[in-house]
């Protein structure tokens, strides 16, 4: 699988603002951000996308889910609320391949974000 600016990332080979980190996971702050709260949330065990989250087993998808959640609380959002969204594919508008959930929050969302 070709290296991304994400595996950079977790090799800390790219500084980033981090916001939580455990055994699965890696959450830290968008470059760009497109609300006042945006954090990418990814895992440690890699897949391009969405798609090839079919090769995982049920057990590591979901684990991956709740910690997006997880994060979420860790925010303080889940009071709020806040909207997830996972990009696929060039339609879809992604731009890393390596799968990631942006965390948006922190005021009212209004339309989509793509
Ligand atoms: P997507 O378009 O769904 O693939 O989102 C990729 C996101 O990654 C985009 O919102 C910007 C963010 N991003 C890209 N490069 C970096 C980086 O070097 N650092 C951080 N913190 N975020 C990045």
Redesign the pocket.
Known sequence: MTET??DK?LARQ?P??IVFEDKDVLA?????P?AKV?V?VIPKKKARNLTELQTWTAQDVGCFFQKVGLVAVHLGLDRSGYRT???TGADG????DYV?A?ILGGEPLSGNFA
């Not at 830290?28 to 760009?32: A, Q």
């Not at 508008?93 to 890393?96: H, M």
């Open positions: 600016i994400f990332i790219i980033v603002q830290f702050n968008d470059i760009s497109q945006h990418l969204v996972l990009n508008g992604q731009s890393v990631h942006h």
